[in-house]
């Protein structure tokens, strides 16, 4: 026999997924009461979270350790940042935001061209000999038809964003190689999104489903639908 | 006036969609089909990958997503975890450090190491593995992270001083780990940003760190396979279809196996509606043209 805490989380969190999957139906209190629920929820646990971390990782070193030195310059721009809710000092908020922005970009930077760049490049200059015409159990490996299909359509993409040349002969054809295979990517994408959406749906009625959740689950589908019917045949009459 | 059959097509109420795909969901769960599941190579390498990893051999684990997308990343960090931990049950020289730069998916990987019997009570913890929990502040976390890992997360998940861990010990930066040990293998799991690019930005190319298999959410694969063709990454787990590949390669079906069924008949829903829908636009076309 389950605890009773279990009972009762299984029953609230049957609840929220129900009144989750009403806002399909129509927009309902039901649907609005778990939307904030959600916002204020996860807002709550990320303001704990943060806590609990600069707790751990600054006052405990800070107030415990003494190491008062090391986090004054971190102190001083932790607490320029409150200074955009004061029209006084807002251009002080200016500081940390520039040093944020300016590390975050820095850091990427000093990188990015090797790790997103060169070696794309890289990945386009492929053999076309001593490759495998096609192998079957490496789908996506390097074989002679992967080769020139990802040299043609990477070509032929580029092509399509060049826009100072008119399109053209050859370029107007590269330009059409590009225009295919973006709407092929486009095509994944598409795929890809359905398969996350629905996965998604599967996981919230999977637990539905289970056999020591189905009571509850039918119970509150019931109450859930006949609310939010009774509120429509209301709102109609009223209407009429 | 009332709709033709081919505007109707094209215009099908939405709810009566939402109720098929939720019969269609909820009729393989409850009488599941055994529909196959083939295994595709890209998931096949990052089996390989993991299992190639020595005595002796480092793994470092991120989960980088959060309860938004369990439906798919659970199955895939639920598999990853069952899976390296019979590694390291084979092999006990390996050793594996949990973290993520998601607050949320460090909770999930807590949860899920209490349902495997680990964590803070296990008193292997700290010393064949730890839980380092989250890294804050995304990709700049990453680099500070990696150069200085005693100060970036001075305490574990647990509240632990990871310096009075054994394993992390003498691991200071990135660096020290990639010295140390001659096998490093990365696995993020992850569903956005940060993500991939960042930790190729702050980890591949400055720490020389090659291995690296990702498991993300369906949405994200497309953006992941030019990756797998400079082979930056190793392989992908794509969402949960690749979940589903995972368990069977494992040997351990579990919630991924069981919606996979549901995810074919619901592809046949959207497929069947497209086309639907493609006929009533060109019989519309066509009857504007005559």
Wanted: proline letters at 5%; aromatic letters at 14%.
């Amino acid at each position: 026999m389950p605890e009773i805490e279990v009972i009762f989380a299984s029953w609230v969190a049957a609840l929220l997924t129900l009144a989750v999957f009403s806002f399909i139906y129509k927009e309902n209190p039901w649907f609005r009461f778990v939307e904030h629920l959600y916002i204020g929820g996860t807002i709550g646990y990320n303001m704990a979270f943060n806590i609990d971390w600069l707790v751990k990782n600054a006052f405990i070193p800070v107030f415990v350790k003494g190491q008062y030195y090391e986090y004054v310059l971190a102190f001083i721009l932790g607490l320029l940042w409150y200074c955009r809710f004061s029209k006084r000092f807002f251009w002080l908020w200016r500081f940390p935001l520039s040093i944020m922005v300016g590390t975050g970009i820095g850091l990427a930077m000093r990188t990015v061209v090797m790790a997103q760049f060169i070696e794309q490049i890289r990945g386009t200059m492929l053999p076309l000999v001593g490759v495998p015409i096609w192998d079957p159990k490496r789908v996506a490996g390097s074989s002679l038809i992967n080769n020139i299909l990802i040299i043609l359509m990477v070509i032929g993409t580029v092509s399509y964003f060049y826009f100072t040349v008119e399109r053209k002969g050859a370029f107007k054809i590269g330009a059409e190689i590009g225009k295919w295979t973006i709407m092929l990517g486009l095509g994944a994408g598409f795929g890809n999104t359905v398969m996350a959406r629905m996965s998604l749906a599967i996981s919230r009625i999977g637990f539905l489903v289970k056999p020591e959740q189905q009571i509850a689950f039918l119970i509150l589908a019931i109450v859930i639908l006949g609310t939010i019917g009774y509120t429509s045949w209301t709102e109609k009459k009223k209407a009429a | 006036m009332s709709k033709s059959v081919w505007e109707r097509m094209m215009d099908v109420d939405r709810r009566v969609i939402y109720l098929l795909v939720f019969i269609l969901i909820m009729w393989p769960l409850v009488q599941p089909m055994g529909l196959p599941v083939p295994i595709a190579s890209i998931t096949k390498s990052v089996y390989d990958a993991v299992e190639a990893v020595p005595d002796g051999g480092m793994i470092l684990f991120s989960a980088d997503h959060g309860f938004a997308s369990i439906g798919e990343n659970g199955p895939q960090l639920w598999g990853f975890m069952q899976q390296v931990f019979d590694l390291q049950a084979r092999k006990p020289g390996i050793r594996i450090i949990f973290f993520g730069f998601w607050m949320e998916g460090t909770l999930i990987t807590d949860t899920y190491l209490k349902n495997l019997g680990k964590g803070r009570a296990d008193p292997n913890y700290g010393k064949t593995y730890a839980n380092l929990g989250w890294i804050p502040l995304a990709e700049t976390g990453m680099a500070v992270w990696a150069a200085d890992i005693h100060r970036t997360s001075a305490k574990d998940m647990y509240g632990n001083d990871i310096g009075t861990l054994p394993l992390m010990k003498d691991l200071k930066t990135l660096k020290d780990i990639v010295d140390k040990y001659p096998h490093v293998l990365f696995i993020t799991v992850e569903s956005g940003t940060p993500g991939l690019p960042e930790f190729l930005r702050q980890w591949q190319e400055p720490y020389n760190i090659r291995k690296i298999v990702v498991a993300c959410t369906a949405v994200s694969t497309p953006g992941m396979m030019p990756y797998v063709g400079t082979g930056q990454i190793i392989g992908v787990v794509d969402g949960l279809s690749g979940a589903a590949q995972y368990e069977v390669l494992i040997r351990k079906p579990g919630e991924a196996s069981a919606g996979t069924d549901a995810l074919s008949m619901t592809h046949f829903l959207v497929i069947a509606f497209v086309v639907i829908g493609n006929i009533g636009y060109f019989a519309m076309k066509g009857r504007k043209v005559s």
